[in-house]
């Protein structure tokens, strides 16, 4: 069983480049997230998603944007990166929301230089 | 808002020894409490959790115990091993409907022969 399964795991961009984060569950979770932890930081969600189809805002979205058209995938896409989304990216799912756990993928290392 | 406040490290301990990491939150209803774990390299990873007041949570021999009269979540350990160097998460969840986590700062632990 994978699990959260996430890739790349280390990534250089240049500034205004784009690229898309991938991420892919096999435990039938409807709840998908997305947050970026930095240095001596807790972890911030961007997005999450309750479902195929149905995705939403979290704390900090701003330069993200996701999309989810099957249960299994919730990518994340940097359209313009900037030195700021240099972080490490993690990508969670779980199966209720609320007292359930989330269940966390090994993160993406993103450099924006 | 919702909120979490954890000690901060690092912490440095010698094997054998007493572990605590306290956690305080802030929390309108009533929130779900988890300790995640996160070794080098990996993702996150749920220690233990309690979704109500009283609730004592425990893996691997750590525990915490969900106290609504002082609103705190304090992890412990009897005898720490180098194993358990990790920087470990305080998060809340605030209930059903809520999808965000909540997560404190996290404090690193480091536990020497």
């Known amino acids: 069983n994978a699990g959260v399964t996430q890739t790349p795991k280390f990534r250089i961009l240049k500034i205004g480049q784009s690229m898309t984060l991938q991420c892919a569950q096999d435990m039938n979770h409807n709840y998908m997230y997305w947050y970026r932890q930095d240095p001596g930081m807790g972890l911030k969600l961007i997005y999450y998603?309750?479902?195929?189809?149905?995705?939403d805002k979290g704390e900090v979205p701003n330069g993200y944007n996701v999309s989810r058209s099957t249960t299994e995938d919730f990518p994340l896409r940097l359209e313009l990166a900037a030195p700021s989304q240099t972080s490490v990216y993690f990508c969670a799912s779980s199966y209720l929301q609320g007292s359930q756990p989330q269940h966390f993928g090994d993160g993406t290392r993103l450099s924006i230089l | 808002g919702n909120s979490v406040t954890q000690m901060e490290g690092p912490v440095t301990l010698s094997e054998e020894a007493f572990l605590t990491i306290n956690c305080t939150y802030t929390a309108t209803g009533y929130p779900s409490l988890f300790w995640y774990v996160q070794y080098p390299g990996e993702g996150l990873q749920l220690l233990l959790k309690?979704?109500?007041?009283?609730d004592k949570g425990s893996n691997k021999g750590f525990e915490a115990t969900y106290r609504k009269e002082t609103t705190s979540f304090h992890l412990e350990k009897g005898s720490v091993q180098v194993s358990d160097s990790a920087v470990y998460f305080c998060?809340?969840?605030?209930?059903?409907?809520?999808?965000?986590?909540?997560f404190g700062k996290g404090t690193k632990l480091s536990v020497i022969p």
């Open positions: 998603s309750v479902g195929a189809g149905i995705t």
């Open positions: 998060a809340l969840s605030s209930g059903a409907g809520s999808y965000q986590l909540t």
């Open positions: 309690a979704t109500k007041a009283d």
